[in-house]
């Protein structure tokens, strides 16, 4: 680009100079950046405004530690939380983490606050010196007037360098427009000299905060979702689970019906009798146990006077064969 500057004004010189052979070219220089550095409104506003711009460095700086911090934490958590606390906590760094790049977009981005103010900062500036040079080119008949700043120069005679008087008058005219009006005077010192934030600057941030807000809202929704959800999942499971203990107590109690009918103890009597119908589960157990218990050893007496008998039956005639 440089050199495409140097070659254009290289071409325009010597047109120039081929033009006004006859009577001479007179020619100058100029450095913005020197008569920038010297003027103090221009050099208060530029320290204030990397005041500024470091501040928001820090500021993000510190946005995106504490987003680290969080995916650190996660990191180590994740053996202790489920499947989709771990989805949603990772959506929310993921979001976080946007809107802070997204600031930093709208800091120091190419068409971010950084680089409006300092357009703002030099535009007054620069308006001063192009009106100054002109002046002072028209009263002294100078043909052409570069910027030492912005064209390559390999050499430069200081005889033709007009940054100082172009300094001076800038000062002066400032000295003029601050002595006009004192109360102008007392009411520019309370204002900022950082110019404020413009229209398109403000339609930017409203759009980033109508962005911002749809995207918690679509957390806000996203997460009642999820929400919804494990909360039907563990209703259906308790559902589940009383449905499987329901059925087991209903075969539990058809077991012990079945049991109780197979043995039953229970007489007309005892049905007109209060007092049995309130006999509880383990004392009718307890009964059908004893009951059972009470039929084996009938069962065993039985059997017993049965082997007896066989025997003394067997013992008689084995007597009777003997005598015969």
């Known amino acids: ?8 004004l290289t071409l325009v010189l010597l047109i120039s100079v081929s033009t006004f052979a006859q009577r001479g070219v007179r020619v100058a220089y100029i450095d913005t950046e020197y008569i920038l550095q010297n003027v103090p409104e221009y050099q208060d506003a530029s320290a204030q405004l990397d005041e500024k711009a ?3 460095k820090n500021e993000i700086q510190d946005k995106l530690a504490i987003i680290e911090q969080k995916r650190k934490d996660l ?6 939380l489920t499947k989709e606390l771990i989805e949603e906590r990772e959506e929310d760094i993921y979001y976080e983490e946007q809107e802070i790049l997204d600031y930093q977009q709208n800091r120091f981005g190419p068409n971010g606050d950084l680089f409006i103010q300092k357009k703002q900062l030099m535009q007054p500036i620069q308006d001063q010196i192009f009106a100054a040079v002109q002046d002072l080119a028209e009263s002294r008949k100078y043909d052409l007037v570069f910027d030492k700043s912005e064209t390559n120069l390999l050499y430069s005679n200081k005889a033709y360098d007009l940054s100082e008087q172009i300094l001076r008058s800038i000062t002066r005219a400032s000295k003029r427009q601050q002595a006009e009006s004192k109360a102008e005077k007392k009411a520019a010192q309370e204002e900022e000299l950082l110019p404020e934030i413009n229209y398109e600057l403000e339609a930017r941030e409203k759009a980033l905060e109508e962005k911002k807000a749809a995207r918690l809202e679509a957390i806000e929704k996203a997460r009642q979702e999820k929400l919804d959800a494990r909360a039907a ?5 308790e559902e589940r689970r009383e449905n499987t203990i329901k059925e087991r107590e209903k075969a539990k109690q058809e077991k012990l019906n079945t049991n109780n009918t197979g043995s039953k103890e229970v007489t007309t009597s005892d049905k007109d009798n209060p007092a049995a119908e309130t006999k509880t589960r383990a004392q009718l157990i307890e009964e059908n146990r004893q009951k059972k218990l009470a039929d084996r050893e009938a069962r065993k007496k039985a059997l017993e006077e049965k082997r007896k008998k066989i025997l003394e039956d067997r013992q008689k005639a084995k007597d009777s064969t003997n005598n015969n």
Request: aromatic letters at 10%.
């Open 54 to 56: 470091e501040k928001w």
């Open 1 to 8: 680009m440089q050199n495409k500057v140097l070659f254009l």
């Open 233 to 237: 999942k563990v209703k259906a499971a």
């Open 75 to 80: 990191s180590n958590e994740k053996a202790l």
